[in-house]
């Protein structure tokens, strides 16, 4: 019988894995995104750059962007100083500040979402499973007042009642994707 901290060691060596599995597939994304980018865009070399280069790769932020969001945590700050800093230190050994994380988070944001949208999402099977829920902007009392999102957003009616603002709506197939 297995007892608790060995169980926790062969989940943190598969979680590992797939770690690096997942690593390997940003990496040959970003190499082929940042060669179609030098491809297809006009560049001025006349502006001048106020950072050096980061240390970490494109890859590395978006990978660690990926397990935040599967990971439960809440608070991106949280989750970096704890789990990346301290326990996934030997995954990423060049981290840089959350500061700095943060300013290098909007380079990979367009790279980011082509990744989720191009290969990590699921295929539809035939099989899928919907839910709904709202995403409120303000309350009812301030619709008249709200500038925002003003023209795009509408009122709604959900099982809780009325509310002024978006409607997520999350597909899922029987995979789980």
């Not at 240390?55 to 608070?75: N, P, Q, V």
């Not at 994380?101 to 980011?112: D, R, Y």
């Not at 925002?148 to 099982?159: A, E």
Request: charged share 25%.
């Amino acid at each position: 019988m297995l007892n608790y901290k060995e169980i926790q060691t062969i989940i943190a060596i598969i979680t590992e894995d797939k770690v690096t599995e997942l690593f390997c597939m940003t990496d040959d994304f970003c190499k082929f995104f940042d060669a179609l980018m030098k491809k297809y865009t006009m560049k001025s070399d006349t502006k001048r750059h106020y950072h050096r280069n980061s240390t970490m790769s494109k890859a590395e932020i978006m990978l660690i962007m990926i397990l935040f969001h599967d990971s439960g945590y809440r608070c991106l700050k949280h989750f970096y100083l704890e789990k990346v800093c301290k326990h996934l230190r030997h995954l990423f050994p060049k981290v840089v500040s959350y500061n700095r994380f943060v300013e290098l988070g909007k380079e990979v944001a367009i790279p980011l979402a082509l990744f989720i949208k191009k290969v990590l999402l699921g295929k539809c099977t035939g099989i899928s499973f919907l839910d709904s829920t709202p995403l409120r902007v303000c309350r009812n009392q301030r619709i008249r007042i709200h500038k925002v999102f003003k023209g795009i957003t509408q009122r709604g009616k959900c099982s809780m009642g009325w509310f002024f603002g978006f409607k997520l709506h999350l597909i899922c197939n029987e995979k789980g994707e």
